[in-house]
């Protein structure tokens, strides 16, 4: 077994470490923030992410996981993974500081013969930036391989443990066996590619899925005009083993900290070096207006939102996390606010301070059936399977007007019209609360 380090403990680099440990690597793990390395040092997860504190403790445990805030004066591990965040700065562009800060300080500490292994999002060529930087800093010997993550937050543990694939992206064929070795107890298929490619194939990756949610999106839309069910056409559509079932639900469209910024950078990238990136653009354009259409539907139903009280189930970007950033439900609240309403939102994890920070119009809740006590509507924004078990008739009956907008088509109509609501939806029949039949008749 090998000893690794790995640099950024977030979402990425936490499980990465964890699960490495739990491989019966040994892992040094290093983040620039204190406080989070004091709760993982307790095995405490800093983030929701379902399994992750049993594998923390089992590694802290076993003597397999540590965590500092410092850097090592040199590295004991030979292969050190780079894994902190590349936000999204401006213009779109990916934002590779702190990756730029972590390489300048690893590469001052590493042995000869180390391996500099990139798994945060990185723009096509940084790469070779690193190893630049690595070769500036005096370092002889050290590759750079880039091993992109797939994984989605809710279910990280089970994509680093069961991966469609393991990318590697290097020109030392010898270095990417070394850490190819790492993922052998997981038996992958693993693709050697050259960095740029590895690089790119992350990029194309999210970027495909986005276009496959906007499309459905889109199919959404026209299912509603035209009177059909987009839920049946997704499934119909996805039995095709060339077309495939997954990322193909209508709702509110994409957010978290991937694919709004993943997007974004590959669309400037390929702007900056003179392509045309015009499905690109049209997959964000959409994804925008899902949310201009989910507020239209409460407008629609309601008239004038000025002083409609609305409750808002659900903050986090999707369901089995605690993140915000990008999140649709998020974006959906304010954008009521806009229009005049008072909005109370509703999620199981996410703590009231943080969701003020991003909505401090918003009055926060706990409990959905309490928050939608004299509301004019309900709208679900996330799909956490809490709200699937809500006492539906009981919130309809104490609602001012029983109208439910079901933005991620995640209830059964049949169900929420035999509890009392008015069930609107995205691209299924009555979604605009008109019978199929009405809409082709008309
Ligand atoms: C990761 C990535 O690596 C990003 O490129 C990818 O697109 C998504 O996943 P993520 O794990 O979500 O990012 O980032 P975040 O949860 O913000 O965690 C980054 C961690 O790195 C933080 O704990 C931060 O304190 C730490 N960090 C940041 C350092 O340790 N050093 C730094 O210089 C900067
Ligand atoms: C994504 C990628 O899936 C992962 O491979 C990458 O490494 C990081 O980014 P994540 O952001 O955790 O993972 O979430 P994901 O499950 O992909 O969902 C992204 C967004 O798309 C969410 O807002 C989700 O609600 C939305 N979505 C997803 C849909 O609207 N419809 C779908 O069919 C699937």
């Not at 440990?21 to 989070?36: F, K, M, N, Q, Y």
């Not at 050290?142 to 991966?163: C, H, K």
């Not at 706990?366 to 709200?387: I, M, N, Q, R, S």
Request: aromatic letters at 6%; charged letters at 20%.
């Amino acid at each position: 077994m090998t000893s690794i380090a790995v640099i950024g403990c977030g979402y990425v680099g936490a499980v990465s470490a964890a699960c490495f440990a739990e491989l019966g690597h040994t892992v040094h793990c290093i983040d620039t923030d204190p406080s989070r390395v004091a709760l993982l040092q307790q095995g405490s997860s800093p983030i929701h992410e379902p399994g992750l504190e049993e594998l923390l403790q089992r590694g802290i445990e076993a003597g397999r996981l540590t965590f500092a805030a410092t850097y090592p004066d040199v590295f004991d591990a030979r292969i050190v993974f780079i894994a902190v965040n590349t936000p999204e700065a401006q213009e779109g562009a990916a934002d590779i500081r702190a990756v730029r800060d972590a390489v300048s300080t690893v590469a001052a500490r590493l042995r000869t013969g180390s391996i500099i292994v990139n798994k945060s999002t990185v723009p096509i060529g940084t790469g070779d930036l690193v190893a630049g930087m690595a070769e500036r800093a005096g370092c002889r010997s050290i590759a750079v391989v880039s091993n992109p993550e797939f994984l989605r937050e809710g279910s990280a543990i089970r994509d680093f443990m069961e991966p469609d694939r393991v990318v590697l992206g290097s020109d030392d064929r010898d270095a990417m066996d070394r850490v190819a070795a790492l993922y052998a107890p997981l038996n992958p298929v693993v693709q050697r590619v050259d960095i740029r490619t590895a690089e790119m194939i992350k990029y194309a990756s999210n970027a495909f899925l986005a276009t496959k949610i906007s499309f459905i999106n889109e199919i959404a839309s026209i299912c509603e005009t035209l009177g059909a069910d987009v839920e049946e056409v997704a499934r119909g559509m996805g039995m095709d083993t060339r077309i495939g079932g997954q990322f193909l639900k209508a709702g509110l469209g994409w957010g978290g900290s991937c694919f709004p910024k993943d997007v974004k950078a590959l669309a400037h990238m390929a702007a900056v070096h003179g392509a045309h990136p015009q499905l690109l653009r049209s997959v964000m354009d959409i994804n925008h207006d899902q949310r201009l259409r989910a507020v239209q539907k409460v407008r629609q139903a309601l008239g004038d939102l000025e002083g409609r009280h609305v409750t808002v189930l659900g903050a986090a970007f999707k369901a089995n996390t605690d993140d915000l950033r990008n999140s649709p439900a998020i974006e959906l609240a304010n954008l009521l606010h806009l229009e005049g309403a008072h909005v109370t939102v509703v999620d199981p994890v996410v703590p009231a301070a943080r969701l003020l920070a991003l909505a401090p119009h918003a009055t926060f809740a706990l409990d959905a059936v309490e928050a939608a006590a004299g509301a004019d509507a309900v709208v679900l924004a996330t799909d956490w399977p809490e709200f699937r078990a809500l006492p539906w008739h009981a919130i309809a009956a104490h609602m001012e007007r029983a109208l439910l907008v079901d933005t991620r088509n995640y209830l059964d109509p049949a169900t929420m019209r035999a509890a009392g609501f008015e069930y609107r939806c995205m691209g299924r029949p009555g979604a605009e609360g008109a019978a199929a039949s009405e809409l082709i008749e008309a």
